[in-house]
């Protein structure tokens, strides 16, 4: 009998877990905007319908506050480009695993691999 409630509360809490994750995330990005849309396609000899999560972030709201050490989200970047002639900017040459991006008129030079930011320069391009 007690093995039977024990099993009960295990499962219950395992299934009630992903629900609290999913409104954790929710509430890290406050200007995340999601809408749920249901598609249906009509194909010969079937139907497929699609629920889906459309997450977009709301740009006039979101400041670039890049600091070191975060991870680069070019989703949050304005004018993201990936600056390859960081000559004409008057930028020094990455260091080997890095690349300058270019997020309205700053240089952030973020590690290719890791994504991670390790240095801002603030007005760099005009």
Do not use: C
């Not at 039977?4 to 009630?16: D, R």
């Not at 889906?52 to 680069?72: L, M, Q």
């Amino acid at each position: 009998m007690m093995k039977k409630f024990i099993l009960t509360a295990i499962a219950a809490s395992m299934v009630a877990s992903p629900m609290v994750a999913s409104e954790a995330s929710a509430q890290d990005y406050p200007h995340q905007q999601q809408r749920h849309e249901t598609v249906v396609r009509h194909q010969p000899g079937r139907t497929v319908v699609v629920d889906r999560t459309v997450s977009r972030y709301d740009r006039a709201e979101y400041r670039n506050d890049w600091r070191r050490g975060e991870r680069f989200d070019y989703r949050r970047a304005r004018n993201y480009r990936v600056i390859n002639d960081y000559r004409g900017y008057r930028l020094k040459a990455p260091p080997r695993g890095y690349h300058y991006v270019r997020s309205g008129n700053d240089a952030v030079l973020v590690g290719i691999t890791s994504g991670v930011i390790a240095g801002i320069i603030a007005g760099a391009i005009r």
